[in-house]
């Protein structure tokens, strides 16, 4: 079965920074398409950075480019979203996909669909973590 368990989430004061992990369980993530989605109170869940499964592609929302990155440790089968500068409206539950080789779906989602029930056909979500951004 294939799952993800995410954490690191927690209260940051604005411009600091974390690192959220997404560890998998039946499956190794360093073939797999991943994406990082946040979700905030009446809103779905949206992609803020995704990458492909060979690393081929990176796709990031507007308002995380410069201050965001991803990074992979196969070693740990683990994924990382590490989150610098953060600021308010950074705020929300952190949820980590993944879709297997060739992530083609995720990236669809990721640089067209945003939201909506495809999100659904993705191969694994983890729980999710919330990172809260307040002083």
């Known amino acids: 079965q294939l799952q993800l368990v995410e954490s690191g989430g927690g209260l940051v004061q604005p411009g600091g920074s974390l690192r959220l992990s997404c560890a998998a369980s039946?499956?190794?993530?360093?073939?797999?398409?991943i994406g990082w989605f946040r979700q905030v109170p009446g809103k779905e869940r949206e992609p803020i950075l995704c990458?492909?499964?060979?690393?081929?592609?990176?796709y990031y929302e507007d308002s995380v480019k410069g201050r965001f990155s991803i990074s992979r440790d196969s070693a740990k089968n683990t994924v990382y979203l590490q989150m610098n500068r953060l600021k308010p409206e950074d705020t929300g539950v952190h949820f980590c996909a993944a879709d297997g080789p060739p992530g083609l779906l995720l990236m669809r989602i990721c640089e067209y669909y945003k939201t909506g029930e495809v999100v659904n056909a993705l191969d694994a979500w983890g729980q999710g973590t919330l990172v809260t951004v307040a002083s």
């Open positions: 990458i492909g499964s060979s690393d081929e592609n990176t």
């Open positions: 039946g499956f190794s993530l360093s073939t797999y398409a």
